[in-house]
């Protein structure tokens, strides 16, 4: 479960990271290190939860954009955000109900 827990703080520090930039103006400039790191996440939370694979075949990994377009890689870091969002909702439900679940069965492990 450790694992589980780092994923989610990593991907609400993403979310942070990626609103402060944003508001900061610079997002356009600095998209791409932060699809990586989504992508990187996404990656490893496909990994670790292969059970629910009906609900993560709704996340794709994110692709950068060659346009030096400003409002384009606004765009972009907003996607980034929303979809970040989306997938820290998926792991703190599935962590929720996996607490739950074990102490239904008599202890949570630790």
């Known amino acids: 479960m450790r694992e589980e827990k780092i994923l ?3 991907i609400k520090a993403l979310i942070r990271d990626a609103r402060d ?6 997002g ?5 290190p932060y699809i990586s790191r989504y992508n990187q996440i996404l990656k490893k939370v496909k990994e670790i939860f292969p ?3 009906f609900l993560l075949e709704t996340f794709s990994p994110l ?3 060659s346009s030096t377009d400003p409002l384009e890689k ?10 970040a969002g989306q ?3 998926f792991l703190e439900t599935v962590l929720e109900d996996r607490s739950i679940f074990r102490k239904r069965k008599g202890g949570e492990k630790k």
């Open 8 to 10: 989610l703080n990593m």
């Open 21 to 26: 930039t944003q508001h900061l103006g610079s």
């Open 28 to 32: 356009y400039y600095t998209c791409t």
């Open 51 to 53: 059970e629910e694979k």
């Open 63 to 65: 692709k950068t954009i």
């Open 74 to 83: 606004t765009k972009l870091m907003e996607k980034v955000i929303v979809e």
């Open 87 to 89: 997938l820290s909702a």
